[in-house]
């Protein structure tokens, strides 16, 4: 379908949108006529009353004409002053898409890349065009994979998909604003009415009657099928236009191929779904990692690091290139199935451009440590750009994992407060195992109905992994406030614990039997005949007080 056509079906899908509340307008005059021309004058008046308020959210939605302007993603504005290689490739790939370039490029924080249009009347006129560029993808993708993304994105250019947005917006807003209109309105028409029937069951209940049971299901009923109404035109408008969406994908994949090269093309759309995945890792495992404990990587390091950890799982993210995601197909999805972009892209004949450009596309970026210093700035909120700053990662993991050990709240705290009536303590647990009142104390982990049912040792071997992990952690908390624990970072694999065989020591890497050691004396502490000696044998001594350590006496 040519654009021309696409945008004669978003008019008349617009169009639609008012003629409908036309329609519905029509019906309550016509209603209103019949009712004074053959129901008694008092009748007649009072629904008549009824249509003019079921009127007013309906003109509401015909005269809602402006189209609230879209945010704009938080990004960094470049100039061509700025990255004139990056420039230089956005023409080049536009001319050979046979479009105008975008005037603004902008960098973002995201996997993604997108293109928007300020287009006028409509999308009848053609306005400003603006790139976004997601530098994270420029860290995972070869520069032939985010010409190909580019160029993707100046297809919907040449497509006049951006213009045409416009048009589809508009009647998508209207939509949703009249479907919230009558939502809102039924749902006070409920409240009130539920207002009006716990009134009169106070007064019933003060006079010593029965009370009625509230039924709120009549109330505001027909602003609820006004909302069905407009629902069911909705579902055909998303339908309509979302199918229009993803040809638009198809397209602009033709065009990546046809510019960018088929097999660049193809790996790019593989590459997207893994480097987004391996993003959202790196975000809750390394990026936002101290924020608990209001710490935040070194400055360029919130997307320096994320580069960092690609480099370091090559092995991990190959095995995740092997499969395609196979998300379940909607009418209501803007974009076609990856795995199914994928197979009509490498369906296209061969030409012989898989050499090309194989170097990591951030180094289109003339400076592109500073770009990620900048970058934090122009994305990052404000309250977090307040949090202090750590020195290097390894000092944001010990933070995090002190503070984190610090705010520790297991099950077996829980139960500990509701067995002892107060705060738990590493002390206070290995004396309620010495006194035998460990599996007592048990009994107040939340249970599932078959624990709760079993007994003896049977009971034990429910509670025993909830307890294990618990006891775990306590322990693992008791070091660290000890200052005599500190942790390995790796962008390889999670964190390991360090010992510290004193306050004056450094690391030790050959301390890594900590977690083991800890583990093996836990297990003898929660055997069927617990024995916290070994446990108590590892724990870092208490810090004596200064009475202890003056010797001047």
């Given at each position: 379908?040519?654009?021309?056509?696409?945008?004669?079906?978003?008019?008349?899908?617009?169009?639609?949108?008012?003629?409908?509340g036309?329609?519905?307008?029509?019906?309550?005059?016509?209603?209103?006529?019949?009712l004074?021309?053959?129901?008694p004058?008092?009748?007649?008046?009072?629904?008549?009353?009824?249509?003019?308020?079921?009127?007013?959210?309906l003109?509401?939605?015909?005269?809602?004409?402006?189209?609230?302007?879209?945010e704009?993603?938080?990004?960094?504005?470049?100039?061509?002053?700025?990255?004139?290689?990056?420039?230089?490739?956005?023409?080049?790939?536009?001319?050979?898409?046979?479009?105008?370039?975008?005037?603004?490029?902008?960098?973002?924080?995201d996997?993604?890349?997108?293109?928007?249009?300020?287009?006028?009347?409509?999308?009848?006129?053609?306005?400003?065009?603006r790139?976004?560029?997601?530098?994270?993808l420029?860290?995972?993708?070869?520069?032939?994979?985010?010409?190909?993304?580019?160029?993707?994105?100046?297809?919907?250019?040449?497509?006049?998909?951006?213009?045409?947005?416009?048009?589809?917006?508009?009647?998508r807003?209207?939509?949703?604003?009249?479907?919230?209109?009558?939502?809102?309105?039924?749902?006070?028409?409920?409240?009130?009415?539920?207002?009006?029937?716990?009134?009169?069951?106070?007064?019933?209940?003060?006079?010593?009657?029965?009370?009625?049971?509230?039924?709120?299901?009549?109330?505001?009923?027909?602003?609820?099928?006004?909302?069905?109404?407009?629902?069911?035109?909705?579902?055909?408008?998303?339908?309509?236009?979302?199918?229009?969406?993803?040809?638009?994908?198809?397209?602009?994949?033709?065009?990546?191929?046809?510019?960018?090269?088929?097999?660049?093309?193809?790996?790019?759309?593989?590459?997207?779904?893994?480097?987004?995945?391996?993003?959202?890792?790196?975000?809750?495992?390394?990026?936002?990692?101290?924020?608990?404990?209001a710490?935040?990587?070194?400055?360029?390091?919130?997307?320096?690091?994320?580069?960092?950890?690609?480099?370091a799982?090559?092995?991990?993210?190959?095995?995740?290139?092997?499969?395609?995601?196979?998300?379940?197909?909607?009418?209501?999805?803007?974009?076609?199935?990856?795995?199914?972009?994928?197979?009509?892209?490498?369906?296209?004949?061969?030409?012989?451009?898989?050499?090309?450009?194989?170097?990591?596309?951030?180094?289109?970026?003339?400076?592109?440590?500073?770009?990620?210093?900048?970058?934090?700035?122009?994305?990052?909120?404000?309250?977090?750009?307040?949090?202090?700053?750590?020195?290097?990662?390894?000092?944001?993991?010990?933070?995090?994992?002190?503070?984190?050990?610090?705010?520790?709240?297991?099950?077996?705290?829980?139960?500990?407060?509701?067995?002892?009536?107060?705060?738990?303590?590493?002390?206070?647990?290995?004396?309620?195992?010495?006194?035998?009142?460990?599996?007592?104390?048990?009994?107040?982990?939340?249970?599932?109905?078959?624990?709760?049912?079993?007994?003896?040792?049977?009971f034990?071997?429910?509670?025993?992994?909830?307890?294990?992990?618990?006891?775990?952690?306590?322990?693992?908390?008791?070091?660290?406030s000890?200052?005599?624990?500190?942790?390995?970072?790796s962008?390889?694999?999670?964190?390991?614990a360090?010992?510290?065989?004193?306050?004056?020591?450094?690391?030790?890497?050959?301390?890594?039997?900590?977690?083991?050691?800890?583990?093996?004396?836990?297990?003898?502490?929660?055997?069927?005949?617990?024995?916290?000696?070994?446990?108590?044998?590892?724990?870092?001594?208490?810090p004596?007080?200064?009475?202890?350590?003056?010797?001047?006496?």
């Open positions: 379908m040519g654009s021309t056509l696409r945008a004669l079906r978003a008019l008349v899908l617009l169009a639609g949108f008012y003629l409908l036309v329609l519905l307008l029509a019906v309550l005059a016509g209603t209103d006529y019949l004074f021309a053959h129901a004058a008092a009748v007649a008046a009072k629904l008549a009353l009824v249509s003019v308020v079921l009127a007013i959210p003109v509401r939605g015909l005269f809602m004409l402006r189209t609230p302007k879209g704009e993603p938080a990004g960094l504005p470049v100039t061509e002053a700025q990255e004139p290689e990056l420039w230089r490739t956005v023409r080049e790939l536009a001319d050979r898409v046979g479009t105008r370039a975008p005037s603004r490029i902008v960098l973002t924080g996997v993604n890349a997108a293109v928007g249009e300020d287009a006028h009347l409509l999308g009848l006129l053609p306005g400003p065009r790139l976004y560029l997601g530098v994270p420029m860290q995972g993708l070869t520069e032939a994979q985010v010409r190909a993304v580019i160029a993707h994105e100046l297809g919907h250019y040449a497509g006049s998909d951006t213009r045409l947005a416009a048009l589809t917006l508009r009647g807003v209207q939509l949703q604003r009249t479907i919230a209109n009558f939502e809102e309105r039924a749902g006070g028409a409920e409240a009130r009415e539920r207002a009006r029937q716990e009134r009169r069951n106070a007064k019933a209940e003060a006079r010593g009657k029965a009370q009625r049971e509230i039924d709120t299901e009549r109330a505001g009923i027909t602003y609820r099928v006004l909302a069905r109404i407009y629902t069911a035109y909705a579902e055909l408008y998303l339908r309509a236009t979302l199918a229009d969406s993803r040809r638009q994908e198809y397209a602009a994949d033709a065009s990546a191929a046809r510019i960018a090269g088929r097999d660049a093309t193809a790996s790019a759309l593989r590459e997207i779904p893994v480097l987004d995945g391996a993003f959202g890792f790196y975000v809750r495992s390394y990026a936002t990692l101290g924020t608990e404990a710490l935040l990587p070194p400055r360029g390091e919130v997307f320096g690091g994320f580069g960092r950890m690609l480099s799982r090559q092995l991990e993210l190959a095995a995740l290139r092997s499969e395609l995601p196979t998300e379940p197909i909607s009418p209501y999805d803007s974009h076609p199935p990856v795995a199914d972009r994928v197979r009509r892209v490498e369906l296209l004949p061969g030409d012989d451009r898989a050499d090309e450009a194989h170097g990591a596309a951030i180094a289109l970026l003339t400076d592109e440590e500073g770009t990620l210093t900048v970058l934090e700035d122009a994305v990052l909120p404000h309250e977090v750009r307040q949090l202090r700053r750590t020195a290097d990662w390894h000092e944001l993991l010990d933070g995090a994992m002190a503070a984190n050990l610090a705010a520790l709240n297991t099950p077996l705290h829980r139960a500990m407060v509701l067995y002892t009536k107060h705060y738990p303590t590493l002390p206070t647990l290995l004396a309620l195992i010495d006194d035998g009142q460990l599996w007592q104390l048990a009994r107040r982990l939340p249970l599932s109905d078959e624990a709760v049912a079993a007994k003896g040792r049977a034990r071997e429910f509670v025993r992994p909830t307890l294990h992990n618990s006891l775990h952690s306590m322990v693992m908390a008791e070091f660290s000890r200052s005599r624990m500190s942790w390995t970072f962008w390889e694999q999670p964190a390991k360090r010992l510290l065989p004193d306050p004056d020591s450094t690391p030790q890497d050959g301390a890594p039997g900590l977690d083991a050691a800890i583990g093996a004396a836990v297990d003898r502490a929660l055997a069927d005949a617990p024995d916290t000696a070994p446990l108590r044998a590892l724990l870092p001594p208490a004596r007080s200064p009475r202890e350590t003056d010797t001047s006496r």
